[in-house]
Every structure is written in structure tokens, then in C-alpha cells.
Nanobody
Framework: QVQLVESGGGLVQAGGSLRVSCAAS????????MGWFRQAPGKAREFVAA????????QYADSVKDRFTISRDNAKTTVSLQMNSLKPEDTALYYC????????????????WGQGTQVTVSS
């Protein structure tokens, strides 16, 4: 079992920056690829970014590419999402997710999920 707890959400103006983080506990963090997803009101949950076990591979949704950066610290068992040039359409509940995987694998499906942290971007 892996427990994931997000933090760092909040209210920011369009064009601003925000960093959300996820603290993991329960299993060997470095065995898990990690991802960030988001869900806006009335919309389906969507993929935002993911990072492989070692951090050697990353993947981004086209809508956030060149604005968001995912990173991880295996020693601190955390994964973060740095969000720059935020837009009102980035407003959503952001979820951290984890999946046991091969070292360079970016999974499509995730077993473990956090409760989410709200990010609101005002225009």
C-alpha cells in the first residue's frame, strides 16, 4: 500500500506560478513511477505529467508542455509539479498518482491516488 498526500494548491492570478507537491509513504518510493492528473468541474480527469522511477523519463500533456515541470526526490519520497504561466483553464483539482513500474516505464494506469489539491487560476 502506498499513501499519497498532495499539498501546495491555492489561488493564483493568470500568468503566475505555483508548485504542488506529493509526499509518499508506505512502500519503496523509487519502485514507483509517479504521475499528476487533474479534474475540472464537470470534466473528466485528465493526464498532466508523469515521471519514471529514476526521473530519467518524463511525459507531459500537450496543454502543459513547456509550462509545467515534474520532478521527484527519491530520498525525500516526494514528487512535485512546478506550474508556470498558469491559465484559467488550468483550474482543477490536482491529483498525485503512483504505479509500480519498470525503471524507465511511464504507466498509463495508476493504482495509488492521493486526495487532491485545488489549484484555482483567476483571470
Amino acid at each position: 500500500q502506498v499513501q499519497l498526500v498532495e499539498s501546495g494548491g491555492g489561488l493564483v492570478q493568470a500568468g503566475g506560478s505555483l508548485r504542488v507537491s506529493c509526499a509518499a509513504s508506505g512502500r519503496t518510493f523509487s519502485n514507483y513511477a509517479m504521475g499528476w492528473f487533474r479534474q475540472a468541474p464537470g470534466k473528466a480527469r485528465e493526464f498532466v505529467a508523469a515521471i519514471s522511477r529514476s526521473g530519467g523519463r518524463t511525459q507531459y500533456a500537450d496543454s502543459v508542455k513547456d509550462r509545467f515541470t515534474i520532478s521527484r526526490d527519491n530520498a525525500k519520497t516526494t514528487v512535485s509539479l512546478q506550474m508556470n504561466s498558469l491559465k484559467p483553464e488550468d483550474t482543477a483539482l490536482y491529483y498525485c498518482a503512483g504505479e509500480r513500474s519498470l525503471i524507465y516505464e511511464i504507466p498509463k494506469d495508476y493504482t495509488y491516488w492521493g486526495q487532491g489539491t485545488q489549484v484555482t487560476v483567476s483571470s
